[in-house]
């Protein structure tokens, strides 16, 4: 009788504790869950009180003639197309094409950056861009209506974006939600958005043509060739079974791939354009034995490795030992006036164990590697130095061309030196003496 | 009796300088040059600080500092100025410095603040440190631009994300975290590209807080060096378990391991 009352006191306390643990941990998953939607839910209303916010902006700045009220002005509609974008980042749209409404927003910050930071007192707005200016305000106009929709179905039918958020991530065609289908309708209207009001410029269309890597010489690769492309840069005999495939059709150059096991055992790849079997990228994965050779001694290397596979107008720019290794850049010097170009670089990367090559990255000396005319710069040396701040002592001097922010290739001076205690490289236009870049080194 | 000991020192530092100014065990009779690591850049760094040229931080790494130091030396000792220190160079720093590789490489070892200028007494050039031991030997300097917590928070998605690919498929899984960061259409930092809501499996299930081993951080340095397998890919998926139909009609550049990379 006495056990029989201790073992229910003890079920029942048993019985107590689990039904409260229950619950507590019932309520600690609500209070989770309520927090995460009202992160979601405010990053979503958020965005779109900023949209109503950059249409009036992009309106005032219509309204505006001065340059000085003007450029606070577009400044202004810069920092919302920033703020909406990040918001957008916060939302579970990852598995919704959203990306052409940021691709959109992102045009609108850049043409408004780009257009505020120029003295806008001597080089008011243009009509092109006024008219532009026009349209964008129209157009974020239809934007902000198509959000407020979807905005009124949100409060409406009390849509969670945890359940949103559910729904996407089983990645199944979802239909017949309003909210997803407003998503995707607006992205449509942006896409047409951005076609219509940004053409490309001259200098995106070159870009993008860098891009495909067009300009390269040469004919198309066979499997067989690039085979013995790779066989040939990377020092391999007939025994090493090296295997090849395609690029897919989705690439904006035509590649062959290869990997292949080196004798001890390592994985080694190599990525080579089909047309003309220019290397791409080259990578050995392998530990590190002990150092024997000098940074130094690894520059001589990567630089003879250079010169034998046809890359002879380049020279060594930097170079940093890490972790038993020397990670060399090379840029292109162009002869004989002795300009530097800074984006044509190759990265070599040599173990210090061995000397032996163990990295190689072409594409940007590839796709940057257009046929450029290079002029004269009108500025002297001691003009440019003129422009630099009084306290900054200048130790290096030679010409480089860069791209400056505005995308465009300069012809520059280029100074290394010193300020107090830190190093910096400043880029003075060759031309008019703007200062087009300053970097901490 | 501290001013003796403090002048016993430096009649011993002279000696010592006597002695061992002319031995060759001086330096690896290795060529250093900026970007270097180690041992040599030690002894040049104390070297050139010893005759007063380099003020900053002994610390074996070969920066901008040392390079303007060394050069103001070989200006002014009439040796080529080519920022190398190579044999002439090494042999004329030598003979006019001193080097007591005891005492510097104790206080590094020891994390202590520390100079080591000719002239002044060594134990007033020492100010302890807490005790903890200086970066290790070989600290990897990251690439330019990436912090140390980038490159861990990158390391922890690559390694959550792609451990059971090749080490390649690692490299491009870290290649499309950053060429998402440079894309238009994403968020513009590392962590807000990881963290996108639904953009990564491995962050939705919690798989990100898994401890990455080496590899996944060497593939994220290699990606930040600019190795990227993907060739430009901002996405990509395992056609055996990928549901969503969308990813399926992004442009496909090609296949490492079990995942398919696309623009």
């Known amino acids: ?342 984006s044509d670089s190759i990265h070599v990367k040599i173990a210090l164990d061995t000397g032996e090559v163990v990295g190689f990255l072409g594409v940007d000396y590839l796709q940057n590697g257009e046929e450029r005319e290079v002029g004269e710069p009108a500025l002297s040396e001691s003009e440019a130095i003129e422009m630099l701040h009084s306290n900054f002592k200048v130790e290096e001097s030679r010409l480089a061309i860069i791209r400056n922010e505005m995308g465009d290739e300069v012809l520059c001076r280029e100074f290394i030196g010193t300020l107090g205690e830190d190093t910096y490289r400043i880029f003075i236009n060759g031309q008019d003496g703007q200062e087009e870049k300053v970097e901490k080194l | 009796m501290t001013k003796k000991c403090g002048l016993f020192l430096i009649i011993v530092m002279l000696a010592h300088g006597l002695f061992f100014t002319d031995e060759s065990h001086a330096f690896s009779g290795q060529v250093v040059q900026r970007g270097a690591y180690g041992d040599d850049v030690i002894e040049l760094q104390s070297r050139l600080q010893y005759i007063g040229y380099y003020e900053g931080k002994i610390d074996g790494d070969f920066g901008w500092g040392t390079y303007w130091a060394l050069r103001n030396f070989q200006q002014d000792y009439g040796l080529d100025i080519d920022g190398l220190a190579g044999d002439t160079t090494r042999q004329k720093l030598v003979s006019v410095s001193d080097y007591d590789e005891n005492y510097v490489r104790s206080n590094i070892e020891k994390g202590n603040k520390f100079t080591y200028y000719g002239g002044v007494p060594l134990d007033q050039q020492v100010k302890k440190g807490d005790g903890k031991a200086a970066p290790p030997q070989n600290a990897p300097e990251y690439p330019p631009g990436y912090s140390e917590t980038d490159i861990q928070l990158m390391a922890n998605a690559v390694y959550g994300e792609a451990r059971g690919e090749p080490y390649i498929g690692q490299v491009a899984v870290a290649a499309v975290i950053l060429n998402r960061i440079e894309d238009d259409e994403f968020p513009n930092t590392a962590s807000g590209v990881i963290f996108e809501p639904l953009a990564f499996t491995a962050v939705a299930d919690g798989q990100i807080w898994l401890t990455p081993n080496e590899q996944a951080k060497r593939a994220v340095i290699d990606a930040i060096n600019g190795w990227d397998p993907s060739e430009n890919a901002l996405y990509y998926f395992n056609p055996d378990t990928a549901t969503s139909g969308w990813i399926w009609t992004r442009p496909q550049i090609k296949q490492i391991g079990e995942h398919i990379f696309c623009l």
């Open chain 1, 1 to 342: 009788m006495m056990k029989r009352t201790i073992l229910l006191s003890v079920l029942f306390v048993g019985l107590f504790a689990a039904v409260s643990w229950g619950a507590y941990q019932k309520t600690e998953k609500d209070t989770l869950k309520s927090h995460m939607e009202n992160e979601y839910q405010r990053s979503f209303h958020e965005i779109s009180y900023q949209m109503d916010l950059l249409h009036d902006q992009i309106g005032s700045s219509l309204a505006m003639n001065a340059g000085r009220n003007l450029t606070p002005a577009l400044t202004e509609v810069w920092r919302l197309t920033s703020l909406i974008h990040s918001d957008i980042g916060r939302l579970p749209l990852g598995m919704l094409p959203f990306n052409e409404m940021e691709g959109f927003l992102n045009q609108i910050g850049n043409f408004s950056y780009q257009t505020a930071v120029r003295d806008l007192e001597s080089k008011p707005l243009s009509k092109d861009e006024y008219a532009k200016l026009e349209t964008l305000y129209s157009q974020s106009a239809d934007l902000q209506n198509e959000l407020r929709d979807i905005q009124s179905k949100v409060l409406a039918d009390n849509v969670e974006w945890m359940d949103l958020e559910g729904l996407l991530a089983t990645g199944d065609e979802i239909k017949n939600n309003s909210v997803i289908d407003g998503f995707k309708k607006m992205d449509n209207t942006a896409k047409g958005y951005a076609v219509e009001t940004f053409v490309k410029t001259d200098q995106e269309t070159a870009d993008q043509r860098r891009k495909q890597l067009t300009h390269l010489k040469g004919d198309d690769l066979t499997e067989e060739q690039a085979v013995k492309k790779v066989r040939e840069f990377a020092g391999l005999d007939e025994k090493v079974k090296i295997n090849i495939s395609k690029s897919l059709d989705g690439s904006d150059y035509p590649f062959y791939s290869a990997d292949w096991q080196t004798a001890d055992g390592h994985s080694a790849n190599m990525d080579l354009t089909q047309k003309g079997g220019y290397p791409l990228f080259y990578l050995l994965n392998r530990d590190i034995g002990n150092e024997k050779l000098s940074l130094y001694d690894a520059g001589e290397k990567g630089a003879a490795f250079l010169k034998k596979h046809g890359f002879d107008d380049v020279i060594l720019e930097n170079s940093r030992q890490n972790d038993g290794m020397a990670m060399l850049t090379f840029i292109r010097l162009i002869e004989p006036q002795q300009v530097y170009v800074n």
